[in-house]
């Protein structure tokens, strides 16, 4: 029990902005502090938060593992850890959602793969509960009596056919509850032009070599600038050379 609360649900989280946040600030304001040739884009990167990345998904695979292990112990203190585990993922949603809208530059979500995954890999562990159910509940009153191997077995059992049913319910069941595609993708129809207006980086901008091409020898007014993040505001239109976003003076105020 002490192993999972607070040892393992809540205490390295309560320390993670340290190294996550403070620590990489601090040395990052150190090095531009005391180099003064860092300057520009390059001091602006050693201070500025890495990106979100899916580690959280192994954070709540590991505590849900711990979770539910304990089940197959006395259950003096299973209210406790779960209201422990309930508390500390509280902690760890508004830990998140700060740093989201605080602290790292962006997110980059390509696909919805790892969230499937990430859903299916709960299916082997919480396919122990269901191995539990069997071991905890042998030899009760009105319940199955077995020892040894059998007794394995039927654990084994029970683990297996909850894997079955939750990947299968995973794959079959719940993408009926999702909207239905339409048949045909109304942005087909959208030409480049209405795409970039809206969206700042594309194929000329975040091209350094083409905006320099662009600036020293067609000398373009104006010029292709080059794409950064954080940055899109400085972006200038030219609709003559595929650059067609840029900011309102009421977005850039905003």
Known sequence: YAY?????????????PIPAIGAPLWVGRLIVRSHPEVQGRDAEDWVAMAEMEMGRYADLLLNTILGILIFFFPGGYTWQLFLGMAGSHAYIYIFDHLRVLRSIPSCTFAS?????WAQAMFAPIIGVVASCLVFKSNCEPGAHCLRGMPLILACSTAW?????LHLSMLYFLIPKFGKTA????ASMRLDYATVARSRPCNWFNSNP??????????????????????????????????????????????
């Open 112 to 116: 919805f793969d790892i969230e499937w």
């Open 209 to 254: 070599v083409h905006c320099l091409r662009s600036k020293h020898i067609y000398q373009h007014s104006p010029a292709c600038s080059q794409y950064v993040r954080g940055r899109e505001h400085l972006l200038k239109a030219n609709d003559g050379i595929g650059c067609f976003f840029e900011q309102s003076p009421k977005s850039k105020n905003a």
């Open 182 to 185: 339409p048949e045909e993708d």
């Open 4 to 16: 999972a609360f607070p040892s393992t649900y809540l205490i390295p989280f309560l320390i993670e």
């Open 160 to 164: 297996v056919a909850h894997v079955v």
